[in-house]
């Protein structure tokens, strides 16, 4: 089936430092989606793309779909403590059958140096 | 702001109680799912419903069972719970059929501990 790479799977940030991670798909998706969960909660939809080439930005987050429509990427700027938690990528390549379900990336962990 | 519940948040039960886990949605949202999550790990599809009486499987399978009566209600079971049923079970929803809204929102999700 399909999958997704999503790298790197941790990483240690200072404070005010930027952030940046990808995911990379298999085969090409129409819609590609951010989440981030903290611990014991469930994910929080960051951002939200749908067209190749796509930038948008969600405060200090800013997403790009991928122009081969295989990738995607996330950028934190001047990252905060409580930027920490696990990010996730998500994407699907269709609308209808299972093509409309979302395939999970396997989460990038956000910690703070100590 | 999504409004997607989920019931209890925590649960504690012995090795072969029944068990139903609840999930409601506000939003007037057609398609409903089950993902089931290990700490900190991936997220895996156990179940989906389009609406009202559909119920579909996941690409991970399952021995939890779901229904769907209610737009706003998607229940999932577990008949006989065992220990490697402990996990994290989290309820998504999103509208159908539109493409920019076809965006998933979930729940808080339920801690599920078997001993």
């Known amino acids: 089936g399909q999958q997704l790479n999503q790298s790197p799977q941790s990483m240690f940030i200072q404070e005010g430092e930027d952030v940046s991670m990808n995911c990379t798909s298999s085969s090409i998706f129409n819609t590609w989606l951010w989440y981030k969960q903290d611990p014991g909660e469930g994910p929080v939809l960051l951002i939200a793309l749908y067209k190749a080439g796509e930038l948008t930005s969600n405060g200090r987050l800013t997403a790009q779909f991928g122009i081969t429509r295989k990738d995607s990427f996330l950028n934190i700027s001047a990252s905060i403590p409580s930027d920490v938690g696990i990010y996730f990528c998500a994407g699907k390549s269709g609308y209808g059958g299972s093509q409309g379900n979302l395939i999970f990336g396997k989460g990038t962990k956000l910690s703070v140096k100590p | 702001e999504a409004d997607i519940y989920q019931t209890p948040r925590y649960l504690v039960i012995g090795t072969g109680k029944k068990i139903t886990l609840e999930c409601s949605q506000t939003?007037?949202?057609?398609?409903m799912y089950w993902y089931q999550q290990d700490p900190g790990m991936e997220l895996h599809l156990i179940h989906y419903s389009y609406g009202v009486n559909s119920t579909e499987k996941g690409d991970l399978s399952s021995e939890s069972t779901v229904s769907r009566i209610r737009t706003e209600h998607f229940p999932l079971t577990l008949e006989s719970a065992r220990p490697s049923h402990t996990s994290q079970y989290l309820c998504?929803?999103?509208?159908?059929?539109?493409?920019?809204?076809?965006?998933?929102?979930f729940g808080p999700g339920t801690r599920l501990t078997v001993l």
């Open positions: 939003m007037g949202h057609d398609k």
């Open positions: 998504a929803s999103s509208e159908f059929g539109r493409k920019r809204t076809d965006t998933q929102y």
